[in-house]
């Protein structure tokens, strides 16, 4: 079992930023990729971005690409989504997700319905304009 906890939402002006924080106890998950995604009201949950167990891959949503930056730090079991240049479009729920994949194209090619073994409950992110 592994348990994830996201951390660092909040209220940001548009062009702010935030730095989310997703920390994963339980088994290792030494060796399997993680993403994040995302939930605005009404709309389906929605890929953002994904990275390899080393950090040598990464995968980013075309919305924000050359915005948003993931990076982990495995021996404190932890991934970064850090969010430069926000618009309100990015107001959303942000959630940490992995298993059962090792490769990060998984978690960009989700579709609702895929299988991912473990969600966090999500933090809140407004970007007010």
């Known amino acids: 079992q592994v348990h994830l906890v996201e951390s660092g939402g909040g209220l940001m002006q548009a062009g702010g930023s935030l730095r989310l924080t997703c920390a994963a106890s339980?088994?290792?998950?030494?060796?399997?990729?993680m993403g994040w995604f995302r939930q605005a009201p009404g709309k389906d949950r929605e890929f953002v971005g994904s990275?390899?167990?080393?950090?040598?891959?990464?995968y980013y949503a075309d919305s924000v690409k050359g915005r948003f930056t993931i990076s982990r730090d495995n021996a404190l079991n932890t991934v970064y989504l850090q969010m430069n240049s926000l618009k309100p479009e990015d107001t959303a729920v942000y959630y940490c997700?992995?298993?059962?994949?090792?490769?990060?194209?998984?978690?960009?090619?989700?579709?609702?319905?895929?299988?991912?073994?473990?969600w966090g409950q999500g933090t809140q992110v407004t970007v007010s304009s």
């Open positions: 339980g088994r290792s998950f030494s060796g399997y990729a």
């Open positions: 990275t390899s167990w080393s950090g040598a891959t990464t």
């Open positions: 997700a992995t298993g059962p994949s090792r490769l990060p194209g998984y978690y960009r090619d989700y579709e609702p319905g895929r299988q991912i073994d473990y």
